[in-house]
């Protein structure tokens, strides 16, 4: 079974621009969730989506956001980048939901300048 | 406000002795625990878990205990292996709502 994937794996990108983060979940899995990862922050929840709908969010500004389409496959998106966005951005699938095992993809690098 | 935290940035342990990481949690309510290990460059991997009704899960070489009315959570890991050079990250959740995860730690195994 092909595990959690995510592209772009780096990214660079400048202040005031946005950016668009792809992650196609284990086959079957309907729930995926996103995390921000930062140095000494650990890992952030972002938002889950269960069958196309957002049915859970942490706290972060309305520039995150995120969708999820029939297939199950999710993006994330982040509007007007700021320098303190850089970091690694996780996605997980679950059969379950956001609170049960997750399965990890390996990430997205993103910078910004 | 940090629900889940782990103290210790960083150990360093010799090979084929024991490794204890620990965490500790603020909310009373969680009553799911689990242990995630990370690579450099590759996403979390699930290590093991508990539920707020036991105290002590096995798997392994890995051992995780919970100690409720202390809100503490550890992971032990015996013995220790290079390949276990990592960080670990310790997560719980509440009532299968998302899971809050700890800053993680590093583990250095040497020989």
């Known amino acids: 079974k092909a595990g959690v994937t995510q592209t772009p794996r780096y990214l660079i990108k400048t202040r005031g621009q946005q950016v668009t983060l792809s992650c196609s979940p284990i086959s079957g899995h309907r729930s995926v969730s996103w995390y921000q990862q930062t140095p000494g922050q650990g890992l952030q929840f972002l938002f889950e989506?269960?069958?196309?709908?957002?049915?859970n969010k942490g706290n972060f500004p309305g520039r995150f956001s995120g969708r999820q389409f029939s297939n199950s496959r999710s993006e994330m998106n982040v509007s007007t980048l700021e320098l303190g966005d850089s970091a690694l951005y996780l996605c997980a699938s679950s059969g379950q939901g956001a609170g049960d095992e997750q399965f990890f993809g390996p990430g997205t690098r993103l910078t910004v300048l | 406000d940090q629900q889940v935290k782990q103290n210790s940035p960083s150990l360093s342990v010799q090979e084929g002795r024991i490794s204890i990481l620990n965490c500790d949690y603020t909310?009373?309510?969680?009553?799911?625990f689990l242990w995630y290990k990370k690579y450099p460059a590759e996403g979390p991997t699930f290590l093991i878990s508990i539920s707020s009704i036991k105290d002590k899960n096995e798997d392994g070489r890995f051992t995780v205990f919970l100690n409720k009315s202390a809100k503490h959570l550890s992971l032990h890991i015996v013995p220790s292996q290079p390949g276990d050079s990592a960080v670990y990250f310790c997560a719980a959740s509440s009532n299968t709502d998302k899971l809050i995860f700890g800053t993680g730690t590093r583990l250095q195994v040497f020989p």
């Open positions: 909310n009373s309510m969680f009553d799911y």
């Open positions: 989506y269960f069958s196309e709908t957002q049915r």
